[in-house]
């Protein structure tokens, strides 16, 4: 079992739809936590961070961390054709350390 | 340059030759990691370079695998007597010293015949 689990859909979504993307984590001592967005054919780009539990919000973005539970969550509001693309949690132990990555989730906005 | 650079974008390479991929980082990241892509998986760790430190070879998947870090700037990934399951995509990624910073490159597309 990996220690990172994310469905990797795809899902599909209208234009305007709130979107919710989701992983799970095995390993307890993860403290660092960040979603990455990736376009086909480049890079991940870093989308939002946490540390620790709780929530953060960015514009459009909402990441929450809930230890207790092992989860983690991406929000996105008023999602838009743009935002289609391949979303990465990823985590790690300590600050600077190797990031543990989920599969990706593949989404699609419709116009 | 502004952002993380690897060369060459892709590669098509014959069963046993041995490869080499390239990654020149942001100026003063002292950090640098590779991670491996494979259709359809998330990204796996290779190998982490910090400083003058040793690297962190704890993710290379055999001793075909190797990677040096050259006056802690630029770095080469080799991969020796490639087999087809070698086939994805390299990626490089660089850090300051920002928790969070870490920035990646557009990859090396592998493909092995």
């Known amino acids: 079992q990996k220690e990172v689990e994310q469905d990797p859909g795809p899902l599909s979504v209208p234009e305007g739809a709130i979107v919710s993307l989701n992983c799970t984590y095995s390993n307890s001592a993860f403290q660092y936590f960040m979603w990455y967005r990736q376009y086909s054919r480049k890079g991940p780009e870093l989308l939002m961070y946490?540390?620790?539990?709780g929530n953060k919000e960015d514009g459009r973005f909402t990441a929450q961390v809930d230890k207790s539970s092992k989860y983690i969550s991406l929000f996105i509001r008023d999602s838009q054709p743009s935002d289609s693309a391949t979303y990465l949690c990823?985590?790690?132990?300590?600050?600077?350390?190797?990031?543990?990555f989920g599969k990706g989730t593949s989404l699609l906005v419709t116009p | 340059g502004a952002g993380v650079s690897q060369s060459p974008s892709n590669k098509v390479t014959e069963k046993g030759k041995d490869v080499e991929l390239r990654c020149d980082p942001i100026s003063g990241h002292t950090a640098l990691y590779w991670y491996r892509q494979s259709l359809g998986q998330g990204l796996e760790f290779l190998i982490y370079?910090?400083?003058?430190?040793?690297?962190?070879k704890s993710g290379l998947p055999s001793d075909r695998f190797s990677a040096e870090r050259t006056g802690g700037s630029v770095s080469t990934l080799t991969i020796q007597r490639t087999q087809q399951e070698d086939s994805a995509v390299y990626l490089c990624?660089?850090?300051?010293?920002?928790?969070?910073?870490?920035?990646f490159g557009s990859g090396t597309r592998l493909t092995v015949v």
């Open positions: 990624a660089s850090r300051r010293s920002d928790p969070y910073g870490y920035t």
């Open positions: 990823a985590m790690s132990v300590n600050s600077g350390y190797a990031l543990n």
């Open positions: 946490t540390y620790s539990s």
């Open positions: 370079f910090q400083g003058n430190s040793a690297p962190d």
